[in-house]
């Protein structure tokens, strides 16, 4: 399998369109109208990016954790 990439627009191709295809197939496409491109750069065209899950950092209050604490030492 072969990542191409469409270099010239036809009335069925626009340009970048990008397509994955046989080794034969790549190789008639790519003496007209079309290039070979990187499989990462195909991957990243035709999937959707993950969106980054954002960590919130909160600051506690120390009182809060000693009085935890504390209640924990009662309690025993």
Same mark, same amino acid.
């Given at each position: 399998?072969?990542?191409?990439?469409?270099?010239?627009?036809?009335?069925?191709?626009?340009?970048? =369109?990008?397509?994955? !295809?046989? *080794?034969?197939?790549?190789?008639?496409?790519?003496? $007209?109208?079309? &290039?070979?491109?990187? #499989?990462?750069?195909?991957?990243?065209?035709?999937?959707?990016?993950? =969106?980054?899950?954002? !960590?919130? *950092?909160?600051?506690?209050?120390?009182?809060?954790? $000693?009085?935890? &604490?504390?209640?924990? #030492?009662?309690?025993?």
């Amino acid at each position: 399998m072969k990542c191409i990439k469409a270099i010239r627009a036809t009335k069925d191709v626009e340009v970048g =369109q990008i397509k994955r !295809v046989d *080794d034969k197939t790549a190789e008639n496409m790519v003496g $007209s109208h079309w &290039q070979y491109i990187s #499989k990462s750069e195909w991957k990243l065209a035709t999937r959707k990016p993950k =969106q980054l899950q954002v !960590v919130n *950092d909160q600051i506690t209050d120390s009182v809060t954790i $000693s009085q935890k &604490q504390l209640r924990r #030492k009662k309690s025993k």
